[in-house]
């Protein structure tokens, strides 16, 4: 075990003391900080100085971050404890929207929920409890009838946006959703009882032993069978959450026995393609997705989804969607590859594919219009265009995914980029 020196700290240690409170606050967020990890902060921040803000931030954050994940939370949390002077009441007003007054008029940014969360745990706790009760006061009753129960709630809200807790609590929900898919008829024929389509082999069969004579006729209908679901899902920066939570529902829908899916292959990609297959076969939910976070090693990376696609449509096409396979494409269409490539690879996966849906988290606002150029790149291709940004949505995909009338917003985004 490593032993430490005593440190040359003041009688009054107060930097010390927010420093512990502060990692507090970044392990009741999700973020594993231990005491070593807290004396050796300590310990950096003494050597460093604290003379810039900049110094300050980059040696708390190499002490106390491991994890690329991880980066995001401690950003929000270091901003609202050392930064913003109001830090209490900004978080008060983020997890209580009914108070107006403090809360600023927009809605939480990315991990800055947790990050309140976290922070009002340890402040709420070590704050005074004060009896506010008095013989004169007066009694306010709501009706919270008319309100929202906090799993409906859970459903509509955004996954950027959902604390720890919250997160936790909407992983249990997806582990029980489910997305069937109806079986279509395939070439092959089976036998019945009757049909618009003889058997001519089984009757020339019985005929055989009878001598030729064709006592009975024998009539077949199309056999029936269910596709392959193939998964191709974003995992860089600006997609890293709306894709962890993605996967969570993948791993119910991959091991959930009589779904309806022939086999279900997924594959991740930022900056380069990653099969999960094999990882997300595995039964536990947490060391499914841990082996493929090692698997794929450019997670909130940068976003090539024309270089990414071409390498599907050649190592791995053939392989997977000879069968008429059903294709999810998670990503929000920021590209940086040239936008013709990427149509290019757009239009050959959907010539493969039975259906081909696209699920965009940029759907949630309601302003949204395809300016981009991938987006502009990728629209025409797909046979279907929704959100999937929250548990609803993914609800939404499993009702729609068997309707090949179904567009999403295709249509009407189709038209705005056309000019109509």
Same mark, same amino acid.
């Given at each position: ?23 507090? &606050?970044?392990?009741? %967020? ?17 050597? &460093? ?101 906090? @799993? ?7 996954? @950027? ?13 997806? %582990? ?36 030729? @004579? ?37 791993? %119910? ?27 997300? &076969? ?139």
């Amino acid at each position: 075990m490593t032993d430490y020196a005593p440190l040359d700290l003041p009688d009054d240690p107060k930097l010390t003391h927010n420093i512990t409170h502060f990692a507090r &606050a970044l392990r009741a %967020a999700g973020v594993p900080v231990g005491p070593g990890r807290v004396i050796d902060a300590i310990r950096a921040v003494a050597v &460093a100085g604290f003379s810039s803000r900049i110094d300050f931030f980059f040696t708390l954050r190499a002490c106390l971050v491991t994890r690329p994940e991880h980066l995001l939370v401690f950003a929000q949390i270091f901003r609202l404890y050392w930064r913003d002077p109001r830090y209490v009441e900004h978080m008060m007003a983020m997890m209580l929207p009914a108070i107006r007054g403090v809360q600023e008029d927009r809605s939480a940014q990315a991990a800055e929920k947790r990050a309140a969360e976290a922070l009002l745990d340890g402040v709420m706790r070590d704050a005074p409890q004060i009896d506010e009760r008095d013989d004169d006061e007066v009694k306010i009753e709501i009706d919270a009838t008319a309100t929202m129960s906090g @799993e409906e709630r859970l459903r509509r809200l955004d996954f @950027e946006q959902m604390s720890t807790a919250e997160m936790a609590q909407a992983k249990r929900m997806l %582990a029980r959703l489910t997305l069937p898919v109806k079986p279509f008829a395939s070439r092959r024929g089976m036998a019945a009882q009757s049909g618009a389509r003889l058997d001519a082999r089984r009757t020339l069969r019985a005929g055989l032993r009878h001598g030729g @004579e064709l006592r009975r006729l024998h009539w077949q209908k199309p056999r029936e069978r269910w596709p392959n679901l193939v998964v191709l899902c974003d995992i860089s920066g600006s997609m890293s959450q709306y894709s962890r939570m993605v996967l969570h529902f993948l791993h %119910a829908v991959a091991n959930t026995k009589g779904a309806g899916w022939a086999r279900v292959h997924a594959f991740t990609f930022g900056t380069r393609l990653t099969n999960i297959t094999r990882q997300l &076969a595995t039964r536990d939910v947490d060391a499914a997705l841990a082996a493929a976070g090692k698997q794929a090693q450019d997670w909130e990376g940068g976003t090539r989804i024309g270089a990414c696609l071409h390498a599907f449509n050649r190592d791995w096409s053939r392989r997977v969607m000879g069968q008429g396979a059903v294709v999810l494409l998670i990503t929000d269409g920021l590209d940086r590859d040239a936008p013709e490539a990427l149509s290019h690879e757009m239009e050959r996966l959907h010539l493969s594919a039975r259906r081909l849906i696209w699920l965009n988290p940029l759907l949630r606002w309601e302003g949204f219009a395809p300016k981009a150029q991938g987006i502009k790149a990728m629209l025409p291709h797909v046979d279907a265009f929704r959100a999937g940004h929250s548990i609803a949505t993914l609800e939404e995909l499993a009702e729609a995914i068997s309707r090949r009338d179904d567009s999403g917003e295709k249509a009407r985004l189709m038209a705005a980029m056309q000019g109509r």
